[in-house]
């Protein structure tokens, strides 16, 4: 178990998914550009591949782990980890229940 403390550490950003497409090689890594609202979009590597269409992403808000360490994947840096539920091949990606802007923080 982890305390309160180091729970409060995790920043959980709302993020908008501003393009997306495959990553050669991988049947389910995506390449997504996400705005939270900083000057430059944010790059994610996301195993979501399986799921979604990169087409249906585009403009769709999402939950992001925004303080991670970056992580080299596939040949690719990651610099956040997106949150969704669900099983390898059927994923659902976490998301706010009404529009918010780009970079709020959850709470």
């Given at each position: 178990?982890i305390?309160?403390?180091?729970?409060?550490?995790?920043?959980?950003?709302v993020?908008i998914?501003?393009s997306?497409?495959r990553?050669e090689?991988?049947?389910?890594l995506?390449?997504?550009?996400?705005?939270?609202a900083?000057e430059e979009?944010?790059s994610?590597?996301?195993g979501?591949?399986?799921?979604?269409?990169?087409?249906?992403?585009?403009d769709?808000?999402?939950?992001v782990?925004s303080?991670?360490e970056?992580k080299e994947?596939?040949?690719h840096?990651?610099?956040?980890?997106l949150?969704a539920?669900g099983?390898?091949?059927?994923?659902?990606l976490?998301?706010?229940e009404?529009q918010?802007p780009?970079g709020?923080r959850l709470?």
């Open positions: 178990m305390n309160f403390d180091d729970f409060s550490k995790v920043e959980l950003k993020g998914i501003k997306a497409e990553i090689g991988s049947d389910k995506l390449s997504l550009k996400v705005n939270l900083e979009l944010r994610l590597v996301a979501i591949g399986k799921s979604y269409e990169p087409d249906d992403l585009v769709k808000q999402i939950v782990v303080n991670l970056p994947i596939f040949g840096t990651s610099y956040g980890m949150l539920v099983g390898v091949d059927d994923l659902s976490i998301s706010p009404k918010v780009a709020s709470s």
